[in-house]
């Protein structure tokens, strides 16, 4: 087993563990903080890809501002213990059963497509060390291919603020009651 | 990491090296602190222990350990514990991506005196730092108690507000060096200040080549927004004693509250390293390049791994020269400013830094474009 | 790949503070509980618990608009590697408009932000 693929093995259990206690455990606190922990793996399994860049960007902006936000709004929020709310009904089992089995198919159909890719030789394409390049790449392709996006990602985020803003005020301003 | 055993273990003996040089500066930087903020409050500082004093720190540490090992009773006792522990993890991982000094060659081996050489290095650092706001949070929600539950949520709220300050301050300086990369931004700033503008090479001998003569309105903003990000003074509200007495570190005593200001202290650190390698040359000695003053000790000893080896001590010397330069204003501003009240310091932020911020993005963008063509 | 370094000392540092945090159980000093000791700290007076407490929703609004606005400045760190590169290239007037642009829209939103006192904090 070379580093390479101990360290994804490792990287994968610590994503893939942490992303299951986010559901298994109890604490909503440790449940965020245990989807941090999942973000960090996926930042370091950007890494082993040579994606330096959107590794980086990924604990800035995943791990260090959407769940910061999210455990601040779940402290402020005495939450000792989930709600617990458990439909019953056949309407509603069968939409169960249904989304298991959808899921079920996917992990199957991912399983059986990776092995193809396993079983062939890993080839690396791309430089290990060029994590500037790559930035330098992604500025330059920015700006030229996707400079509609870019755009557009600029007035979406303007509206998304407006929108914050707007939400809170309706609902009772800046200081509302727990 | 390395290609074989040797390198491999010389890397791991790096990287836990530069830890323990972080924690190795927090009596120094206490010492420097309690004896510094003594010069200036005109009293002396801790002066019994030890010759001037310099072994007040490790009384402290002794008494620390020896002290109540006490969480209280509405604890979160897993998230009680782990808070120190994590708030050494973001000093430590964005000081070891900072280089201290230039790279060694021994024989076939080339060891960058740093931790790691990241490619995209600031982000990387930018990115462990606001993971800074964890520690905060896990602090004050596993005290169990609602004073600090709230002194956590304000400190983190300034946290974040000002990294916002603190990434787009940086904008000018990666645009001027094209580059993420610290050792190659170091490396732009050899010598003495030369540039282009339009089509001419523009050179002056009495000034080194530093971030700071291209970039100062970045250098003010950015060192302003470490300050809040470290927590110190006049940022410090979160600590303040009028208001939420000791804030998320209220119910710490003993050894954790050692390691929350081992974490804090290497914050400042990340912070005086950043500065240095932008905006101070880095490792650089003023007016020289690298390579001079590998030819100058190469005149002294024959072997070139031995003047290679001088060459990184020289640097590395400098290096914490201008470290402890940045370390010493922070002593400094901490008793020379009052602090700000906590809508002053939003407000600050948020409607004064961000926008500056962006101003100067925008003028160095106009700038370098004007004086790349030659008109 | 330096993220076998990152790991190692995250792992040293963590086995290192819990190293720090056991040496500190094992030399402490007698324990000795007391109701009252092990209460919540309140400035030493018994404490009142207050049944109905304000959340402030400010802190949800800072910690979305911190969210926007860090999206939109790592936006300027690829632009801001390649301008050079893009300025040799012969476009870098074009990059230097649709950044503008861009960050027009950005001084927009917060400017707004600010006259619309949704950052005031009192």
């Given at each position: 087993m070379t580093a390479d693929s101990f360290l994804f093995w490792l990287l994968a259990a610590v994503?893939?563990?942490?992303?299951?206690?986010?559901?298994?455990?109890?604490n909503p606190i440790y449940s965020a903080l245990c989807l941090a922990m999942s973000m960090v793996g996926i930042s370091a399994l950007f890494a082993t890809l040579g994606a330096y860049f959107i590794a980086g960007v990924q604990m800035i902006v995943y791990a260090g501002a959407v769940l910061v936000l999210f455990v601040m709004v779940l402290m402020l929020f005495d939450l000792k213990t989930e709600l617990a709310t458990f439909s019953r009904g056949k309407i509603s089992g069968l939409i169960k059963i249904a989304t298991v089995g959808t899921l079920a198919g996917f992990l199957a159909g991912a399983f059986s497509m990776s092995i193809e890719f396993m079983e062939k030789p890993a080839t690396?394409?791309?430089v290990a060390e060029a994590g500037v390049d790559m930035s330098r790449n992604l500025g330059t392709l920015l700006f030229t291919k996707y400079i509609l996006g870019f755009e557009a990602l600029g007035i979406l985020l303007l509206v998304i603020a407006i929108g914050v803003v707007g939400l809170a005020r309706s609902k009772g301003g800046t200081h509302a009651k727990h | 990491m390395g290609s074989d055993a040797f390198e491999i273990t010389v890397n791991c003996i790096k990287l836990v090296l530069v830890f323990l040089l972080m924690v190795q500066a927090v009596p120094i930087l206490v010492w420097l602190e309690r004896r510094g903020s003594g010069f200036i409050q005109n009293r002396?500082?801790?002066?019994?222990?030890?010759?001037l004093g310099l072994m007040q720190l490790l009384a402290d540490a002794v008494k620390f350990l020896t002290k109540e090992e006490f969480s209280p009773k509405a604890a979160t006792k897993l998230l009680f514990y782990a808070a120190p522990v994590f708030a050494l993890i973001p000093g430590t991982l964005g000081f070891a991506a900072i280089p201290l000094g230039s790279p060694l060659k021994w024989g076939d081996y080339t060891f960058a005196i740093q931790g790691y050489d990241i490619g995209v290095g600031i982000v990387f650092i930018l990115g462990?730092?606001?993971l800074a706001a964890y520690t905060i949070l896990m602090a004050g929600w596993g005290s169990g108690n609602k004073y600090a539950l709230m002194g956590a949520l304000r400190a983190s709220a300034q946290t974040i507000s000002y990294e916002l300050a603190l990434g787009l301050s940086i904008v000018g300086i990666i645009m001027m060096y094209g580059t993420f990369n610290?050792?190659?931004?170091?490396?732009?700033?050899?010598?003495?200040?030369?540039?282009?503008a339009f089509g001419n090479t523009i050179a002056t001998s009495w000034l080194p080549n530093w971030g700071i003569f291209y970039q100062p309105l970045a250098?003010?903003?950015?060192?302003?927004?470490?300050?809040?990000?470290?927590?110190?003074?006049?940022?410090?509200?979160?600590?303040?004693?009028?208001e939420l007495v000791a804030g998320f570190h209220t119910e710490y005593g003993g050894f954790k509250m050692l390691l929350f200001f081992i974490g804090e202290y290497g914050h400042m650190m990340v912070a005086s390293g950043l500065m240095a390698t932008f905006f101070l040359g880095g490792y650089n000695i003023p007016?020289?390049?690298t390579e001079q003053v590998y030819q100058f000790f190469l005149g002294f000893v024959e072997s070139a791994n031995a003047a290679s080896a001088l060459t990184s001590l020289a640097h590395f010397i400098m290096f914490t020269v201008k470290l402890g330069i940045f370390l010493w204003i922070f002593i400094w501003v901490r008793w020379t400013l009052p602090r700000f009240r906590y809508d002053q310091l939003m407000d600050l932020g948020w409607k004064t830094m961000l926008p500056w911020a962006l101003a100067n993005t925008i003028l160095s963008a106009l700038v370098i474009f004007a004086v790349s063509h030659s008109w | 790949m330096p993220l076998g370094g990152v790991i190692f000392i995250t792992v040293f540092v963590a086995v290192f503070g819990c190293l720090c945090l056991y040496l500190g159980r094992l030399c402490g000093g007698k324990k000795y509980q007391d109701a009252v000791k092990l209460a919540p700290y309140e400035c030493g007076i018994p404490g009142q618990e207050k049944k109905e407490t304000r959340v402030s929703v400010k802190f949800y609004l800072t910690a979305i608009l911190f969210i926007l606005f860090d999206i939109e400045i790592i936006f300027m760190y690829p632009w801001a590697t390649s301008f050079k590169e893009m300025m040799a290239a012969g476009i870098g007037a074009y990059a230097l408009i649709a950044m503008m642009i861009f960050i027009a829209v950005f001084i927009f939103g917060l400017f707004w932000e600010i006259k619309s006192k949704a950052l005031e904090w009192d």
């Open positions: 994503t893939l563990v942490s992303g299951l206690s986010v559901v298994l455990v109890s690396k394409t791309v | 002396f500082g801790p002066n019994r222990v030890g010759p462990v730092s606001s610290l050792s190659e931004m170091i490396a732009a700033q050899q010598g003495t200040m030369h540039f282009q250098a003010v903003l950015f060192f302003a927004a470490t300050f809040a990000e470290s927590n110190r003074l006049p940022f410090d509200l979160a600590e303040g004693e009028a007016y020289t390049t | -």
